[in-house]
Nanobody
Framework: QVQLVESGGGLAQPGGSLSLSCAVS???????????FGWFRQAPGKEREYVSC????????YSPDSVKGRFAISIDKAKRTVHLQMNNLNAGDAGVYYC???????????????????WGQGTQVTVSP
């Protein structure tokens, strides 16, 4: 059974940075690249929002315009960890951040959370002076 555990959330000042991590267990398919990992976030009273994705099959990353150039997703296969580096944070970036994974074909990146079947418990990100 695949499990995802996020860490690294906390308080950052506007313009600051945070690095989130997602530890992956129960999955042995990193070498086959048959997966996609995504990060989503959810602010109070808002829907869950797609933030970033990396497709193992395509080897490409995708992000919406709201975070493009500021957020970067990466995968450390040796450590079985997915990272989200967040720079130049603003108040709109606050929320609970979730790591998500899918091993269903096709293995490209998708923005709909229904395209991910495994989720972590989330980690809180707060942006405040």
């Amino acid at each position: 059974q695949v499990q995802l555990v996020e860490s690294g959330g906390g308080l950052a000042q506007p313009g600051g940075s945070l690095s989130l991590s997602c530890a992956v267990s129960g999955f042995n398919g990193f070498s086959e690249n048959t997966y996609r990992f995504g990060w989503f976030r959810q602010a109070p009273g808002k829907e869950r929002e797609y933030v970033s994705c990396k497709s193992g099959w395509e080897g490409k990353t995708y992000s919406p315009d709201s975070v493009k150039g500021r957020f970067a997703i990466s995968i450390d296969k040796a450590k079985r960890t997915v990272h989200l580096q967040m720079n130049n944070l603003n108040a709109g970036d606050a929320g609970v951040y979730y790591c998500a994974m899918s091993t269903r074909a096709p293995y490209g990146c998708y923005e709909d959370y229904d395209d991910y079947e495994t989720w972590g418990q989330g980690t809180q990100v707060t942006v405040s002076p």
